[in-house]
T-cell receptor, first 120, second 108 residues
Framework: NAGVTQTPKFRILKIGQSMTLQCTQD?????MYWYRQDPGMGLKLIYY???????DKGEVPNGYNVSRSTTEDFPLRLELAAPSQTSVYFC???????????????????FGPGTRLTVL | GQNIDQPTEMTATEGAIVQINCTYQ??????LFWYQQHAGEAPTFLSY????GLEEKGRFSSFLSRSKGYSYLLLKELQMKDSASYLC?????????FGAGTTVTVRA
């Protein structure tokens, strides 16, 4: 299994440009997440999805969009890049615990290697 | 809202013990995670607590007190490779809220 893969690894954008950050997982996980991490800060949740066709906003969704047409893929779209979106972006996935198994079996999140984005 | 606090930096000597504290005030609680993140890399899972008490995994242990909104990660027999950032994260339903991370520097 490759786990969670992200492309590209690095990207420089000009203000106003658009791009899509790709994320794919091959673990058949239901849940997928997009985070951003600014220097010296923790991860902030941008968007998440609990299954194909279902997405919802996290803490910092403004300026981003997502879609989840398949279980494997969860792309993040930036429509009009701004300098404030300079950050490292991590995609993650996790499996829902089986019914009844619940709290003692941690549905930990598996992270991709990240995309380092600079907007100039 | 979510408020998760941990110290910014800690320094310790190789072979020593370091304890990283995390306090939290969150709107919901379904467990607490600790992640390790080396510079330029993705976070990796270290430990998980959902019930009060101590969980031990080799050189790493994690403690939780839900009534106090408090957890700590204990790193024993420190090695140079333990130099990294350690992130405390509180789970609410299936979402995680992260602290800013504690950078641990291990010196020879």
């Amino acid at each position: 299994n490759a786990g969670v893969t992200q492309t590209p690894k690095f990207r420089i954008l000009k203000i106003g440009q658009s791009m899509t950050l790709q994320c794919t997982q091959d673990m058949n996980h239901n849940y997928m997440y997009w985070y951003r991490q600014d220097p010296g800060m923790g991860l902030k949740l941008i968007y998440y999805s609990v299954g194909a066709g279902i997405t919802d906003k996290g803490e910092v969704p403004n300026g981003y969009n997502v879609s989840r047409s398949t279980t494997e893929d969860f792309p993040l779209r930036l429509e009009l890049a701004a300098p404030s979106q300079t950050s490292v972006y991590f995609c993650a996935s996790s499996q829902a615990p089986p019914p009844g198994q619940g709290i003692l079996d941690p549905p930990g999140q598996f992270f991709g290697p990240g995309t380092r984005l600079t907007v100039l | 809202g979510q408020n998760i606090d941990q110290p910014t930096e800690m320094t310790a000597t190789e072979g020593a013990i370091v304890q990283i504290n995390c306090t939290y005030q969150t709107s919901g609680f379904n467990g607490l995670f600790w992640y390790q993140q080396h510079a330029g890399e993705a976070p990796t899972f270290l430990s998980y607590n959902v019930l009060d008490g101590l969980e031990e995994k080799g050189r790493f242990s994690s403690f939780l007190s839900r009534s106090k909104g408090y957890s700590y990660l204990l790193l024993k027999e420190l090695q140079m490779k333990d130099s990294a950032s350690y992130l405390c994260a509180v789970k609410n339903d299936y979402k995680l809220s992260f602290g800013a991370g504690t950078t641990v520097t291990v010196r020879a």
